[in-house]
């Protein structure tokens, strides 16, 4: 496994990793979510690169940035346990240099939920995954699940704007106790995290209702905010049933939906969401 | 030389393309402008691409889209003239299927000038490169001097996204009598045609009065508007002496400055510049 720090060294370096190359975009601080995705680039692919970057265009004025934890040290452990043959950890001045100033933006995916709570959050995310995808030029790109929005939206752009690649969605990995793995989840108390599960028990409640014959995605919601209410340290930001490929809010579910939700815990937002109506292995959110 | 309609079609056939590949994105309605850049491509490389697309979100929503020249069949004579490889024709819809929603943007470059008369334009230039080059995947794009902001905007664009080409930037080509050439000059009547060669005679103004070591901004400004203002059909938009990588307006002229003006005839908009201060050679906006 190498470390390659600049763009210049990774390019010159893509030129000789065979094809097809498997590309796993992070922030680093590994957990198990992160690396199922680059057991399943390893198995797709002759080469695997991933990429450990703390993208600062994606969080927002009073967001967690500066102490967005880091371990780069365990992170490349963890790669070298799983063959990764590339980590590109790039510094902030060559990827965003002085007089930066161009932006790529998806308009209608990236206005709800997620984008309704970080309006700058998504151009951001776009914006390096652009960047990462022109000098990584990957065959396959690997995303988790757990960020349903924002995997639907890097679809959306690849597809918009004739990106050669594909993007592979892998389903979300979760604690015993159901929490979805996030690098956030070190920030909740030992209070907090005792109750974060709550999220997950939410959503098997809609998926319990779906499954005896309820559609109507108000019945549903009501039901799971009166359960995610009973937790008194959990504050819902919004839950929402939506379209799996508009985002569009449902009212009557018909084959499938997207059940998502924003929850704090103090200052930590957490973000869970399952999919109603469609097989719950790893393609569901790749058509 | 082959003509390809379907993003498919090119994308399997760039496999084939010999490299180096050269690029020249084209609106169609060819004149010895693309020839140049067409002729520069063939030199430097071992296929050369030509795409004609009238690109719809170019175009404000008052602009000339529905009436802007076609020619399909002189086009392809003269590109298979200059010998070029590849012609890629594509469908509005293949390029804008519906619900299309992903754009690129530059932030201040596209600004002033153009960008203050026209404010979508560059948005969707922007775009419509970034898909050109996805699927066309050049190894050198070419663009002329004469839309001397876009060529800035498009090698900023290419840097921020780490794109992986090379912009060459070539001269303006013009008729015998200094207009520039533009696919827009057909719009001209005959009586604004003869006067349409006044804004290259108050570019060569400019010139003149640097070369004898006026540096005053204003002072120059003022002797071209008093020129073009003697010209009855001519109705100024703009003229602007400004930074030619920031394309700030400066005050005082250093080394170099960029001298770019629109000028209305009519209906019809004029654009042209020239750069004060560098060899007018090939090569003065590629650094």
Redesign the interface.
């Known amino acids: 496994m190498i470390v390659i720090e600049t763009?210049p060294d990774m390019?010159y370096f893509r030129l000789n990793l065979k094809e097809p190359v498997g590309f796993v975009p992070t922030m680093g601080y590994l957990h198990e979510g992160h690396m199922s995705l680059v057991r399943k680039a390893r198995e797709e692919n002759k080469s695997v690169v991933v990429s450990i970057y703390i993208n600062p265009t994606q969080f927002g004025p009073k967001e967690d940035l500066s102490k967005y934890p880091r371990n780069l040290a365990r992170d490349l452990a963890m790669l070298e346990k799983e063959s990764a043959d590339v980590v590109f950890f790039p510094a902030d001045k060559e990827i965003y240099p002085t007089g930066?100033?161009?932006?790529?933006?998806?308009?209608?995916?990236t206005k709800p939920l997620e984008g309704d709570s970080r309006p700058t959050h998504f151009r951001g995310v776009?914006?390096i995954v652009?960047?990462l995808f022109?000098?990584v030029?990957p065959t396959n790109a690997y995303f988790g699940q757990k960020d349903a929005q924002q995997a639907l939206i890097i679809k959306?752009?690849t597809t918009?704007?004739?990106?050669?690649l594909k993007v592979v969605v892998c389903p979300t990995i979760r604690e015993p106790d159901g929490l979805a793995m996030s690098s956030r989840n070190v920030y909740l108390s030992m209070e907090q995290r005792k109750a974060a599960p709550v999220l997950y028990k939410s959503l098997l409640l809609a998926k319990d209702m779906f499954a005896i014959g309820e559609r109507n995605a108000a019945v549903i919601l009501e039901q799971m905010t009166v359960f995610i209410q009973k937790e008194p340290l959990a504050k819902i930001e919004y839950i929402s049933i939506s379209d799996t490929e508009t985002l569009a809010e449902l009212k009557a579910i018909k084959k499938s939906a997207l059940v998502s939700m924003s929850v704090r815990f103090g200052n930590t937002r957490l973000i869970d969401n399952i999919i109603l109506g469609k097989s719950t292995k790893s393609e569901y959110l790749n058509k």
């Open positions: 763009i390019t930066y100033e161009t932006w790529v933006t998806v308009d209608n995916l776009t914006t652009t960047k022109n000098i030029r959306k752009m918009d704007l004739n990106m050669n």
